[in-house]
Every structure is written in structure tokens, then in C-alpha cells.
């Protein structure tokens, strides 16, 4: 994943001199997890294998949750499979009340509103089904 997203992020735009551009972000986060992943690699004991069928339930439906999110982000915009996402992980992962979860995730999603919309003028990927828009 991190090797895509440092070729994805070759082909933005760089910035200005002593600014940086779009392709700075996505080549820092990637580069970080380059790194962190072959650190992984090299701390783990050599004589462990690693299989398919070792993952457990509650790993199986962490990545098809995730995989859902990152599909639901192009289908129903960025604020609603953020909030549906944060729901399902939240509950999957925490022994908390389903209302304190619920108080987390719209304060959360809200935070994020506030501060990528107004603050930073930022827009998030949009619903593709139009009557999900919020404007």
C-alpha cells in the first residue's frame, strides 16, 4: 500500500520553492509507512510464518470494514461512510455504551467538518448519488 501511494504521489504537482505541493502529504505518509512496514519486517522473528488462515474474526471483519469504507467514500461522500465507519469500528472495538460511541463518532465527523469545510476551505469527496448531498 505504501509503495501505490508513493507513485501515486509522484504524479502531483510539486510545490513552489520553499512551499510544499499536493504531492507532499501523500509522499510523506507513504514514505512513513515504507518505513514502519520494513521495521515490522525486520523486528518480527525470521522463523515465524505468517498465513491466510491465521487471522481472527474480529481482523477479518476490521479490513472488510475498512474495505467498505474506502468503497462507500466514492457512493455515499466522505462524512456519511465516516460516520458509518466510525459506528461499526467503534462498536467492534470498544465496550462502551452504543450512545457515548454514537456521541464519539458526530463529534468526531462534526470536528472534521469544521475543521476541513470552514476553516481550511477544503472540500471532501462528495455523495455520487445526488439526493445524499448535503448542498
Known amino acids: 500500500m505504501s509503495i501505490a501511494l ?23 505518509v507513504g514514505s512513513s509507512l515504507l518505513m514502519l512496514s520494513l521495521y515490522k519486517i525486520y ?5 515465524v510464518e505468517w498465513n491466510v488462515g491465521d487471522l481472527s474474526y474480529n481482523n477479518t471483519i476490521a479490513i472488510g470494514l475498512l474495505l467498505s469504507y474506502l468503497g462507500g467514500i466514492y457512493v455515499l461522500g466522505f462524512y456519511l461512510s465516516t460516520m ?14 452504543t450512545q457515548r460511541n454514537l456521541i464519539i463518532v458526530v463529534i468526531t465527523t462534526s470536528s472534521i467538518f469544521f475543521l476541513f ?6 472540500s471532501l469527496p462528495r455523495p455520487a448519488v445526488e439526493f445524499l448531498s448535503l448542498g
Open 6 to 28: 508513493l507513485i501515486r504521489a509522484r504524479g502531483l504537482p510539486t510545490g513552489e520553492t520553499g512551499a510544499p505541493g499536493s504531492s507532499f502529504f501523500p509522499f510523506l
Open 43 to 47: 523486528a518480527s522473528e525470521s522463523n
Open 117 to 122: 469545510e470552514l476553516l481550511l476551505g477544503v
Open 84 to 97: 458509518i465507519f466510525l459506528v461499526f469500528s467503534i462498536e467492534l472495538g470498544s465496550g462502551n455504551t
